[in-house]
Every structure is written in C-alpha cells, then in structure tokens.
C-alpha cells in the first residue's frame, strides 16, 4: 500500500525558514519521481518543485526558484522540501505526491502559514 506522510509544516514569519518531509513507503522509492505541490486558499493547486529518481535532476516553480530546494534521500524513503526567504504567498498546504504507473498518490498535506 503506497503511503505519503509530509511533516514539517507551521507558522513562521516572512523571511524565515522551514524544512518539509515527506516519508514514503510501499515502493519502490528509489525509481520514481517526486514533487511538491501546494495549495493556497482560494488558488487551484499549483506544482512547487520535482525531482526525479535516477539523477535527482530538479525543476521549480518560477515563483519558489533561488528559494526553496527539493531533495531527497534513497536511503530513508524521504523527500525534503527546503524552504527559505518564506513570503505570505506560500502560505498554503503542502501535499508530497508521487506518479506511479499512470496513477497519482498524495500525502493528506502539512500546512505552511507565513505571517507577522
């Protein structure tokens, strides 16, 4: 049974830092893709970073790119989602996800409020 659990979420003020996880089991992590989305109130959801599996070759959102960093680590099962240099417009859920053989699955998501 292929399970996403993001951790990591809260609230912190603009200009600060959080770092996202998301651990994954039942499969075969290593040899697949996995992204980031959120979803901020109001908004559709909206592709915030991806990396793939074999060269962990990364792409963002214009609106994140020189702020936050996707990574992730084969050998946990864990994508990271490095978040800096945080605005109000991130505030949103955050939702791991993984696309395996045409289907898509996704965490239940780790809300991230950025205010004063």
């Known amino acids: 049974q292929v399970r996403l659990v993001e951790s990591g979420g809260g609230l912190v003020q603009p200009g600060g830092s959080l770092r996202l996880s998301c651990a994954a089991s039942g499969f075969t992590f290593s040899s697949y893709a996995m992204s980031w989305y959120r979803r901020a109130p109001g908004k559709g959801r909206e592709l915030v970073a991806h990396?793939?599996?074999?060269?962990?070759?990364?792409n963002y959102a214009d609106s994140v790119k020189g702020r936050f960093t996707i990574s992730r680590d084969n050998a946990k099962n864990t994508v990271y989602l490095q978040m800096n240099s945080l605005k109000p417009e991130d505030t949103a859920v955050y939702y791991c996800n993984s696309r395996l053989r045409g289907t898509d699955y996704w965490g239940q998501g780790t809300q991230v409020t950025v205010s004063s």
């Open positions: 990396v793939t599996s074999a060269l962990g070759s990364t």
